[in-house]
């Protein structure tokens, strides 16, 4: 029976049946409670709901073809009746795990859809949602041009319009930024109506201040282009929440140690995103060539599926 064992092996590879890894890493200076929620076609993953001190990690095992989303909680706690709640990105379950519930928003997300089309897996932040705190992807092995690392490393919250800023219970501090579809409930805003289409749907002066400053991000919902990302060979994943530079909400005021231009006195990041060791990155919206062309058509395909699973 031995000899059949490579065989056997080799098959589990074709066949895909192999699971991806992402592994959270929590560098803010404060606690963050990452949840999770998969899609409808997907199963829950091991833990929908879990804290991580500062210098912390996690990882989480996806099977493969899994989709759904990722995102960080912020300002929790337990009230005497043992309920849970958060401030920012709160999933309304009353607990720690969100058990199938997803993010309120604002909060940023990382979104995935793993062994999609053609075998890709496809990948995102998105602030479509609004923001909460600074998050980035990094994939971990994997190949193809558009493979590369992605999100918003910055703090929005200070640069967050007063219509739009969601502040502290003492009202001195910014904790999140709402989308302007939340904030206005519009449909030039919320891309639905009679502007449903990419045709009809157009950035904002709005989701500009999002785009400026991350990107990479998603700002608006077919902000497709720019943003969404894809890779072959089944990577694993990090996902970080306040990578370097540290863009806590304590130390989010100083920006004197870069020469990163700012916005309302938050700092804005440019150019390629890097952290632990990944290869430089490939922004998705220089169209080198044809198949960069197919994969953004695929990308946009996938990710339009996917949300229509979510929601």
Request: aromatic share 8%.
């Amino acid at each position: 029976m031995a000899p059949q064992l490579p065989l056997l092996i080799s098959l589990l590879f074709v066949n895909g049946v192999m699971s991806t890894t992402f592994n959270m890493i929590n560098k803010c200076d404060y606690t963050v409670w990452p949840g999770t929620l998969s899609n409808a076609d997907s199963p829950a993953l091991s833990t929908t709901g879990f804290a991580l001190q500062t210098g912390e990690s996690k990882s989480i095992t996806a099977p493969t073809s899994w989709g759904g989303r990722m995102w960080g909680r912020t300002l929790c706690s337990e009230d005497s009746t043992g309920k849970f709640s958060c401030v920012t990105g709160d999933c309304g379950a009353d607990k720690l795990e969100c058990s199938g519930k997803g993010a309120t928003p604002p909060a940023t997300l990382a979104e995935f859809k793993l062994d999609g089309y053609g075998g890709l897996d496809f990948y995102d932040v998105s602030l479509v949602d609004g923001y909460n705190l600074p998050v980035l992807v990094v994939p971990q092995g994997g190949s193809g041009q558009n493979c590369s690392t992605t999100g918003c490393v910055v703090d929005l919250n200070g640069a967050c319009p007063s219509e739009l800023k969601v502040t502290s219970e003492d009202g001195k501090d910014g904790v999140a930024c709402k989308s302007a579809c939340e904030a206005f409930q519009q449909p030039q805003y919320c891309c639905n109506g009679a502007y449903s289409t990419p045709d009809t749907c157009k950035p904002t002066s709005y989701s500009e201040i999002f785009k400026n400053a991350c990107p990479h991000a998603y700002s608006y919902a077919y902000d497709d282009k720019t943003s969404t990302f894809t890779c072959a060979s089944g990577p694993d994943y990090t996902i970080t929440f306040c990578p370097t530079p540290n863009t806590s909400q304590k130390s989010s005021q100083d920006t004197t140690t870069t020469n990163a231009p700012v916005i309302n006195s938050t700092m804005v990041y440019q150019g390629a995103l890097d952290e632990s060791g990944a290869s430089p990155s490939t922004s998705a919206h220089v169209l080198g060539s044809h198949s960069i062309v197919v994969i953004i058509g695929m990308a946009i395909w996938s990710v339009a599926m996917a949300r229509q699973q979510l929601y």
